[in-house]
Every structure is written in structure tokens, then in C-alpha cells.
Nanobody, 122 residues
Framework: QVQLVESGGGSVQAGGSLRLSCVASGSILSIHVMGWYRQAPGKQRESVATISGGGSVNYAESVKGRFTISRDNAKNTVYLQMNSLKPEDTAVYYC????????????????WGQGTQVTVSS
């Protein structure tokens, strides 16, 4: 019922920037928290940044001051602006959204994007 479509991943040099976008579509009544997660080879998936429907944000300590998460509720879109990228940021980045649909209301369900590769070279 819900699909998340990501864009903006790619390869950059250390110190460069990327902006990831994720658009949710489908049978959506409301979207609560949205976030970005990443998984690097040999590491567990970790939360990078989350943002509530009201705009409250949380960041992993490793990205504070470099990454900014934002959302446009009218467009059902969440963004991740990534600046001062480091090789350690190399990972598959996943978009996540907690969505209430007409069929599940009032229960929310987690939906995930397909993942997009971010590669930072030194």
C-alpha cells in the first residue's frame, strides 16, 4: 500500500556533499516519524537521523554537525543533507517511515526504501 522511493545517492570525494530524498506514496493517512538508516559492510544497521511529524530531530553522534534531516509533509518527503562526507560514511542508506493507512488506522506500520549506495572516497 505504501512505497518509498529514494534518490540522490552516489559517489563523492571526502569533504563533498550529497542530498538524499525519499518520497512516500500510496494509501497514506498520515506519516509519523521518518528517518534515515545506514549499514556498512561488517557493521549493524544504525540510525543516522530521525525526524518526527512535528519536526523534532535526532542524530547519531557520528554525523552531528555534518548531516541535516528535514521533511516536507505536504510532499510526504524526507531529506538528508550530508556535508563534509567522510569515507566512514560509506554505506547503504535506507529511508524509513512510520505510516498510518486507511486499512491499518490507528496502527502505524514501518515501511522501508530499497536502499541507496553512498560511497565516499579519500
Amino acid at each position: 500500500q505504501v512505497q518509498l522511493v529514494e534518490s540522490g545517492g552516489g559517489s563523492v570525494q571526502a569533504g563533498g556533499s550529497l542530498r538524499l530524498s525519499c518520497v512516500a506514496s500510496g494509501s497514506i493517512l498520515s506519516i509519523h516519524v521518518m528517518g534515515w538508516y545506514r549499514q556498512a559492510p561488517g557493521k549493524q544497521r544504525e540510525s543516522v537521523a530521525t525526524i518526527s511529524g512535528g519536526g523534532s530531530v535526532n542524530y547519531a553522534e557520528s554525523v552531528k554537525g555534518r548531516f541535516t534531516i528535514s521533511r516536507d509533509n505536504a510532499k510526504n518527503t524526507v531529506y538528508l543533507q550530508m556535508n563534509s562526507l567522510k569515507p566512514e560514511d560509506t554505506a547503504v542508506y535506507y529511508c524509513n517511515a512510520a505510516v498510518v493507512t486507511p486499512y491499518s488506522h490507528p496502527v502505524e506500520s514501518d515501511y522501508w526504501g530499497q536502499g541507496t549506495q553512498v560511497t565516499v572516497s579519500s
